[in-house]
């Protein structure tokens, strides 16, 4: 079936720097979301990408579909304590968007003051 | 998160009973989902329902586990004679329309004694 790889599983940075992520799939996706999710939490929408090459912002997230449409990354600039989550990547399968979404194992972002 | 409500939070069984989690979507939405999150791992699509209809139940365990909507009152995932591999974070989803954006409920975390 179809599977999202994420890396990195888990990153501890300095506040003030930037972060990266990505996710990469062997089958295509139509749409790229990203999700944070605190502890005790459900998972929060962060961005949603519907285009390929399509990059699209929501304050200090950016996040890109990639042209091949097999992967997309997430990044965080100038990072704060509050960023500290699990951001996972997640893409809908079936048609018309309506079916279940398969999710990324996580990246766990750790930030030191 | 805002809009989806899930209950209860926290839900402790003994091995043998019955877990029964309730969602009610957004205002507007007739689309839910199920997930299962166990620690460490990312969310995993159980069912997917629409009011009075269950349309994809892949995910769901074929016994002990069942789901429904219906036309008036939450949904309901109930987990007949629980052990203690059913612990974990149950989170449902609903969305509106077909952009394949989901938002998710805070989670029912379920202990199994």
């Known amino acids: 079936g179809q599977q999202l790889n994420q890396s990195p599983q888990s990153m501890f940075i300095q506040e003030g720097e930037d972060v990266s992520m990505n996710c990469t799939s062997s089958?295509?996706?139509?749409?790229w979301l990203w999700y944070k999710q605190d502890p005790g939490e459900g998972p929060v929408l962060l961005i949603a990408?519907?285009?390929?090459?399509e990059l699209t912002s929501n304050g200090r997230l950016t996040a890109q579909f990639g042209i091949t449409r097999k992967d997309s990354f997430l990044n965080i600039s100038a990072s704060i304590p509050s960023d500290v989550g699990i951001y996972f990547c997640?893409?809908?399968?079936?048609?018309?968007?309506?079916?279940?979404?398969?999710f990324g194992q996580g990246t766990t972002l750790q930030v030191k003051p | 998160n805002a809009g989806v409500m899930q209950n209860p939070r926290h839900l402790v069984r003994r091995r043998g009973q019955e877990a029964r989690l309730r969602c009610s979507p957004m205002?507007?939405?007739?689309?839910v989902y199920w997930y299962r999150q166990l620690p460490e791992e990312g969310l995993k699509f159980m069912v997917y329902?629409?009011?009075?209809?269950?349309?994809?139940e892949s995910g769901m365990p074929k016994e002990r586990f069942s789901a429904e909507f219906p036309k008036e009152g939450p949904s309901i995932l109930r987990i007949q004679q629980v052990v203690r591999g059913d612990s974990a974070a149950y989170f449902c989803?609903?969305?509106?329309?077909?952009?394949?954006?989901?938002?998710f409920g805070p989670g029912t975390r379920l202990t199994v004694l």
């Open positions: 329902l629409q009011k009075e209809n269950i349309i994809d």
């Open positions: 997640a893409g809908p399968v079936g048609s018309g968007n309506t079916g279940k979404l398969i």
């Open positions: 205002k507007g939405h007739s689309h």
């Open positions: 989803a609903s969305f509106r329309d077909r952009t394949g954006e989901q938002f």
């Open positions: 990408l519907y285009k390929a090459g």
């Open positions: 089958s295509i996706f139509n749409t």
